[in-house]
């Protein structure tokens, strides 16, 4: 099992630029996350799903959009890219909500410049 | 509001030596807690996790974590640390029934020989 992937591991932007991050995971779960992670600051979480067809916002969504068209996937979308959305991007999935462990995956260090 | 706080940004021990990384958290009821450990370069990996029951919790690579209520706290040790223990440290935080997954800003641990 390769667990959680996500494309592209490195990535520069230019303002005003868009680009999709796929993240795909192969064990079957049914959440899926995406946090950034920031100096000082943690992770903190974009959006998440809670299975195919749905999507939710967490504490950070503004600038960002995510589809999750197959259990197995989750993009996160930038339209319109800023440069206070360099950041490294995490995604992580899990089979349920609260106990059960997030697998993540090896983030995306993206640089809008 | 709620909130996990790693009071130490950083910290360097002598390999062999113990370790202690604190954690402290904020809500209304008991969360679900957690901590992660993250590699230079890579996602994070779930070191143990608190839910209910014995408030001594064992992980793995040799951690531990002691949940104490009145201190709300949630602190991570390990009796003799290797060098290949030198990583950031993230406590994390589930309020039972939510799905955000709440991090603290990380404590990164330098071990020298």
């Known amino acids: 099992n390769a667990g959680v992937t996500q494309t592209p591991k490195f990535r520069v932007l230019k303002t005003g630029q868009s680009m999709t991050l796929l993240c795909a995971q192969d064990?079957?779960?049914?959440?899926m996350y995406w946090y950034r992670q920031d100096p000082g600051m943690g992770l903190r979480l974009i959006h998440y799903s809670v299975g195919e067809g749905t999507t939710a916002k967490g504490e950070v969504p503004d600038g960002y959009n995510v589809s999750r068209l197959k259990k197995q996937n989750f993009l996160l979308g930038l339209e319109s890219a800023a440069p206070s959305q360099t950041s490294v991007y995490f995604c992580?999935?899990?089979?349920?909500?609260?106990?059960?462990?997030?697998?993540f995956g090896p983030g995306t260090r993206l640089t809008v410049t | 509001a709620q909130s996990v706080t790693q009071p130490d940004i950083h910290i360097t021990v002598s390999e062999g030596a113990s370790l202690e990384l604190r954690c402290n958290y904020s809500y209304g009821a008991t969360p679900y807690l957690f901590w992660y450990v993250q590699s230079p370069g890579q996602g994070l990996q779930l070191l143990l996790k608190y839910f209910s029951g014995d408030t001594l919790v064992q992980g793995i690579k040799g951690f531990e974590a002691e949940f104490k209520r009145s201190q709300s706290s949630f602190n991570l040790r390990k009796p003799s640390v290797h060098w290949s223990d030198a990583a950031e440290y993230f406590c994390a935080a589930d309020q039972t029934g939510a799905n955000n997954l709440f991090f603290g800003t990380g404590t990164r641990l330098t071990v020298i020989p």
């Open positions: 992580a999935s899990s089979r349920h909500q609260g106990t059960y462990e997030q697998y």
């Open positions: 064990m079957n779960h049914e959440y």
